[in-house]
């Protein structure tokens, strides 16, 4: 499967715990956004990053979270101290090129979070 | 503040027949506007784009229309088959350095009955 992996695909947390989700992007690409979702909602954007470089984290919170895309391995998305109001779906989406592209991302299928 | 708006939670329609998915923005920066589709349990996939310098923009059974002094765009599906029944995402942009700052609407669930 070339595309975009997410895992783990499902994580249950207790609050106060952290969460870690996992992102490798399509072969060939270097540019990672995550997304999230929370119930009944849209997708909303969080954090683009390229190779160990944040480029634009506006759409992140700004406690808690944090986003990496180490030179080797894939994206990581951490979230501290989870609270319930972080139970949502967390999609991860790379490009070929970054901000030169048309906006036509390719999204993994989604890492659940569920905090207890 | 919800800046792209999708007003239909849900639509059915039968085989065969036309399925029109609508969607509004209040944003006049936006220039670039995209439809997503998404299964359940799985990731949004790329539909259709337009750019806010045409009108429509066709691929196949997907036609995106733009009427940008209403802010809004709307998407056909012709004939519409049962694979089509999936959430369907609007999305806009503004291009140049942030384009990959995509909007989302929250989603119309597309039912096509056989």
């Known amino acids: 499967n070339a595309g975009v992996m997410q895992n783990p695909r499902h994580l249950v947390r207790r609050r106060g715990q952290e969460a870690r989700l996992r992102c490798s992007p399509m072969?060939?690409?270097?540019?990672v956004y995550w997304y999230r979702q929370l119930p009944e909602e849209g997708l909303k954007f969080m954090v683009y990053?390229?190779?160990?470089?944040?480029?634009?984290e506006s759409g992140m919170p700004k406690e808690r979270f944090s986003a990496e895309f180490p030179k080797e391995g894939p994206s990581i998305l951490r979230i501290q101290q989870v609270v319930r109001g972080d139970s949502a779906a967390y999609f991860c989406?790379?490009?070929?090129?970054?901000?030169?592209?048309?906006?036509?991302?390719?999204f993994g299928e989604g890492s659940r979070l569920t905090v207890l | 503040d919800q800046q792209v708006k999708q007003n239909s939670p849900s639509l059915s329609v039968q085989e065969g027949r036309i399925s029109i998915l609508n969607c509004d923005y209040t944003n006049s920066m936006f220039d670039y506007f995209l439809w997503y589709k998404k299964y359940p349990a799985e990731g949004p996939t790329f539909l259709i784009s337009?750019?806010?310098?045409?009108d429509k923009n066709e691929d196949g059974r997907f036609t995106v229309f733009l009427n940008k002094s209403a802010k809004h765009l709307s998407l056909h599906i012709v004939p519409s088959q049962p694979g089509d029944s999936a959430v369907y995402f609007c999305?806009?942009?503004?291009?140049?350095?942030?384009?990959?700052?995509?909007?989302f609407g929250k989603g119309t669930l597309l039912t096509v009955n056989p």
């Open positions: 990053l390229q190779k160990e470089n944040i480029i634009d």
């Open positions: 072969k060939g690409h270097s540019h």
């Open positions: 989406a790379s490009s070929l090129r970054g901000t030169q592209n048309t906006g036509e991302l390719f």
């Open positions: 337009i750019s806010s310098i045409k």
């Open positions: 999305a806009a942009s503004l291009s140049g350095g942030s384009n990959y700052k995509l909007t």
